[in-house]
């Protein structure tokens, strides 16, 4: 597999490193010689330095030999025309990062007259992913898997949660049909079986219906009071993509922007949310308008920095439910331990969606592909979804007479609308959508999981 | 400013003028009529002026928004002045002053009147008058601009200081096509609404004119006692109805005819005119049921009188003086509000009052909430800043000049409220007011300057304040 990226930027960067690390081979295009060279030292990749739209850069960098195309310049009409450039090339699959809000009703015309095979929007995604936490604010993060049957939350074990100091297999009897399939305990992760006892301050994964979570949500005590107003430091494009979703969730809002022809914009294309022009990482305001008594406070300014600092504001404060937007990896070590809630990060959601796709190019020709990916606790867990295509070794086999390798859960079989929550009499069928949970990265097929 | 230019199109427009001076001269052949030479001789003296001057011809086309302006408060000052001849030389009892305010009654489609009795005037008078409602309701430039053969690609100045509205857009990219299209409509409309009258048994002379003054806006009725002569539900009903209709944005019938009826009802401005026309007719005809002690004649009056007062047309079914004063005070308040912006009817415009509506609500939040920012939306777009400071200065000068009129008028030692709403009215071109000025009354009893005052106000509220009130900037005037 050959993949060239344009554009060696946050999201560029961690593209080039978890592809490489996978074993493709990658070309990078950047005009700033700095910054190939950086790539080309940090990994296997090589670099060509140039104006990734141009014909003549984009030969040099073997595009018209390209299997797999990407382009994440932080312009869209550049990311869309070098796509247009490669496909001419004989690029096969190109996938172009468009964010701009403008587009956003003609991503079926980019792909099916402009030819794109897929078009990321990473702040579209965020957003998305920050709605789904105000609307289930009991769990930190919660992804979901074919098309929404089937979701993984990931809940912290408090003080006084009826499951810590219990065993796995205890839960059963509570016929909770939802399974935990990853622990974070300090710094390790546990795949965990029957016989796993969980403990206060765990951070545990949880796999399962909506409706089943829901319930085992209640059950563990974290009954999911709705959130009714939030406040938003920052206007960007996640603001506005979360924004016109919250409206329609009926959820009250105030989004401080520092930018007033930004507050102009955005009291534009918004229908209810309160606009306020002023300077979010000024305490004084925060209290005026009302943070106190926030339901939630959303952090989305463009400083990592300054969205940590709002975030522990807010929570000295005593605000219940904290999002904050981090980019940048070197905090993530930090921000484990400063307990902010939750984080998002949009270049970690464009490299979930971007990953899954390039392992299924992969893998075309075998029977199964991945259809979703998420990278948890921290990217050292992953959660994959496999489509069954065709009749493979491990259909029609009861899951106890498969040689599973460790460390590897199958979390979920969604048959039809159905969610099987699998025991060792279950097996997997042809047309099933199986989820699974691993330590071990890069399996692009179902089959990978036997030994 | 280019003065030759603004000479040229106004040499044009008399030309006009003069031509549609023939329709009211076949009108007087037809029924024999002695005032013949009343219309044939201004407008054969114009042909001709129009004629001899016709080698005039400007090396400069160019014109810009202040020669628009220029052109159309000058427009109207010539057809009020030429369209004041007829009355004169008719030989009706008329000083020249008297038919003057007859005649921008009827351009800006008022519909006040200084005739005593309109039942003895001639067939063809009456016929110019409603027909003046008619092509004022649209507009007498934009009319101009229909029937050139070739249009200047500035013309759309011309329009746009003519048309009513805080904005006035295009329809399809040229501005002959615009101007045609909506003739068009304006045309088929009035078309349809003389048939329907036809079908009520109202006589076809009866049909034509007051089907004019219906889709002008305008209320030039041709008996005393305006549509309540004619005693019928089904013609009273048909007028409300269409007053209504030509109340409405023209662009919404193109809208409507082009894309889908759907586009056309998302505009927010027609809910609020509507739920204005219904909030006020169920107000009045539940105030007004001790009067009828009739539910149906309630809301039947009702209905016919808001919706003739909110249209600006002016036609009356009954004398509305003598309703109780919860009624009277709704309608002078409707005077106020107007139709549509894009429509033929007068006052201050619906969609003005929601934006001034819109921004009084933002104060109010701005003041609790110092940071806040918040843009005015009408038919969910933001509004700039600049158009909603136009619209509040609007509103101001509107203010201002009807003060100072009310305070002219009381020199004539008007009562208070004749004053007030013998100035509203005419601001609004609306036509009948309260009290001296109310319905079935005639204004010949006037002073020489109220009647000027009203006709400057007429001019001012047609034209929406500035394109007359520039004429007395002296910048205008400069030679560079």
Request: proline content about 3%.
């Amino acid at each position: 597999m050959y993949i060239v990226i344009v554009g060696d930027g946050k999201v560029g960067t961690s593209l080039t490193k978890h592809l490489s690390a996978e074993g493709y081979d990658v070309a990078v295009i950047d005009k700033d010689p700095e910054v190939i060279e950086e790539a080309v030292n940090t990994y296997d990749v090589i670099g060509v330095c140039g104006n990734g739209a141009n014909y003549q850069v984009q030969l040099e960098a073997g595009v018209d030999k390209a299997d797999i195309f990407i382009a994440v310049t932080s312009s869209d009409e550049i990311n869309i025309f070098c796509c247009l450039t490669a496909k001419k090339l004989g690029a096969r699959h190109t996938v172009a990062r468009v964010r701009n809000p403008d587009y956003r009703n003609q991503l079926i015309f980019m792909r099916e007259e402009l030819g794109l095979s897929m078009v990321v929007n990473p702040e579209r995604d965020t957003a998305v992913e920050i709605a789904r936490m105000i609307s289930s604010p009991a769990t930190i993060t919660r992804d979901v898997f074919s098309r929404g049957r089937m979701e993984l939350a990931e809940l912290k074990i408090g003080e006084t949660n009826p499951l810590r100091e219990r065993t796995l297999a205890s839960l059963k009897q509570h016929n909770l049909k939802v399974l935990v399939c990853a622990v974070q305990r300090d710094d390790d992760v546990y795949i965990p079986s029957g016989n796993f006892t969980l403990k206060a301050s765990d951070k545990i994964y949880v796999t399962g219906s909506p409706k089943n979570l829901n319930n085992f949500i209640e059950f563990c005590g974290l009954g999911s009071t709705r959130i009714k107003d939030v406040m938003i430091i920052g206007g960007g494009k996640i603001t506005y993509y979360l924004a016109q979703r919250l409206e329609e969730l009926g959820v009250q809002m105030k989004i401080i922007e520092q930018d007033r022809q930004r507050c102009l914009e955005l009291s534009r294309n918004l229908k209810r949310a309160e606009i306020i022009h002023g300077d979010g990482a000024n305490q004084d305001l925060l209290l005026e308008e009302g943070l106190e008594r926030a339901g939630a406070l959303i952090s989305l300014t463009d400083m990592d920095e300054e969205n940590i600092v709002i975030s522990m504001y807010a929570r000295s404060l005593g605000v219940e439910k904290i999002i904050t937007k981090v980019n940048s990896d070197a905090f993530s070590r930090i921000l484990e331990s400063l307990e902010i809630g939750s984080i998002v990060s949009p270049k970690e959601t464009v490299v979930n969606r971007i990953l899954p796709y390039v392992r299924a190019m992969h893998n075309a020709a075998e029977s199964s592909n991945v259809e979703t990916l998420y990278k948890i606790v921290g990217g050292q867990v992953e959660a994959l979804e496999f489509k069954v295509k065709e009749n493979a070794r491990y259909t029609g086999v009861p899951l106890k007479n498969l040689a599973i390798k460790p460390n590897i859960l199958i979390a979920g079989i969604v048959r039809d609308d159905a969610v099987i929550i699998p025991s060792g009499d279950d097996f997997i069928q042809k047309m099933d959508s199986v989820i699974i949970v691993t330590t071990n990265t890069a399996i692009g097929d179902l089959g990978d999981i036997l030994d | 400013m280019n003065y030759t230019m603004v000479f040229f199109i106004l040499r044009k427009f008399i030309g006009m003028t003069a031509i549609l001076m023939l329709l009211p001269l076949l009108v007087s052949v037809i029924y024999g009529e002695a005032n013949f030479w009343a219309f044939l001789v201004p407008s054969l003296t114009l042909l001709l002026l129009s004629f001899a001057t016709r080698k005039m011809k400007p090396k400069n086309t160019t014109i810009y928004a202040k020669e628009g302006y220029l052109i159309v408060a000058l427009a109207w000052l010539i057809v009020s002045l030429i369209g004041a001849l007829p009355y004169y030389l008719s030989n009706v009892g008329l000083s020249y002053l008297h038919s003057l305010f007859e005649a921008v009654s009827g351009f800006t489609t008022t519909g006040s009147s200084v005739l005593a009795n309109v039942e003895t005037m001639p067939y063809s008078l009456l016929f110019w008058r409603s027909f003046t409602n008619w092509i004022g309701g649209m507009g007498v430039l934009v009319f101009l601009l229909a029937i050139l053969p070739q249009t200047n690609s500035r013309s759309v100045h011309v329009m746009r200081a003519e048309m009513t509205g805080h904005q006035v857009g295009k329809l399809v990219s040229k501005v002959k096509n615009t101007v045609i299209i909506l003739y068009g409509i304006y045309i088929l409309m009035t078309l349809v609404l003389i048939g329907l009258l036809l079908l009520g048994r109202m006589p076809l002379f009866d049909s034509i004119v007051t089907a004019f003054a219906t889709a002008g806006t305008g209320g030039f009725a041709i008996k005393n006692l305006s549509i309540a002569f004619y005693r019928s539900p089904y013609i009273e009903t048909i007028i409300g109805i269409f007053m209504i209709l030509f109340g409405i944005n023209f662009n919404l019938y193109f809208l409507a005819f082009t894309a889908h009826i759907k586009n056309a009802l998302k505009s927010e401005e027609l809910w609020w005119y509507l739920g204005i026309i219904l909030v006020s007719t169920v107000a009045i005809a539940c105030n007004i049921y001790s009067t009828y002690q009739n539910a149906v004649q309630s809301l039947r009056y009702g209905f016919f009188q808001v919706s003739s007062i909110i249209t600006t047309t002016g036609f009356t079914t009954a004398d509305y003086n003598l309703w109780p004063n919860f009624s009277k005070t709704i309608l002078v308040l409707l005077m106020f509000v107007g139709g549509m912006a894009g429509s033929t009817a007068g006052g201050l415009k619906v969609s003005r009052l929601v934006i001034l509506v819109k921004s009084m609500l933002r104060e109010v939040r701005t003041l609790i909430s110092p940071r806040s920012v918040k843009v005015i939306k009408l038919d969910g777009q933001g509004l700039n800043d600049r158009v909603v400071s136009d619209v509040n200065i609007y509103f101001f000068t509107l203010m201002v000049l009807l003060a100072f009129s009310v305070l002219l008028l009381s020199l004539d030692n008007l009562d208070l409220v004749t004053a007030f709403t013998a100035a509203v009215t005419s601001i609004n071109n609306v036509g009948p007011g309260l009290n001296g000025v109310g319905p079935f009354k005639s204004l010949d009893g006037l002073s020489n300057l109220s009647l000027l005052v009203l006709i400057f106000d007429m001019l001012v509220g047609r034209l929406e304040i500035f394109p007359i009130i520039m004429l007395f900037s002296p910048s205008i005037w400069k030679k560079k």
